[in-house]
């Protein structure tokens, strides 16, 4: 049961993600680009995951066990270090350059898209680099 519902909250998410626009990097890029030919439509499907988020995390939080049993893995360090903004510029100069983060990036590789295939080999790489590093 567990994994039928998290298959089926991946075809949502992935679903949504496809609908409003998230899985075409000229749209992305679009919306990125505040000082040329701006796109904010996608603000909205920002602004709407935020909030969708927040809530989530409010009633998550309250919760003893997750809804199946398992114990919750909630972050809780609140710690913003040279790790975190290098890693946070790191990923939204990926975004800016590409129009790709990984969930859409995932998505795309449904429609068979060449871009997102070398986005996510890219992105596989990287996490590979980041493990190696991490154990020395």
Known sequence: MKLLLALLAGLVFGLGLILSGMTDP???IGFL??????DPSLGLVMGGAILVGLLTFRLTA???????GDALQIPTSR???????????TFGVGWGLAG???GP????????GQQALLFVAAMLAGMMLFTVLEKR
């Open 26 to 28: 000229a749209k992305v």
């Open 33 to 38: 680009d505040i000082t040329g030919n701006w």
């Open 62 to 68: 309250s919760r003893a066990k997750a809804y199946f």
């Open 79 to 89: 710690d913003i270090d040279r790790r975190l903004v290098l890693g946070s510029l």
């Open 100 to 102: 790709y983060c990984p």
């Open 105 to 112: 990036a995932l998505a795309s590789l449904a429609g068979g």
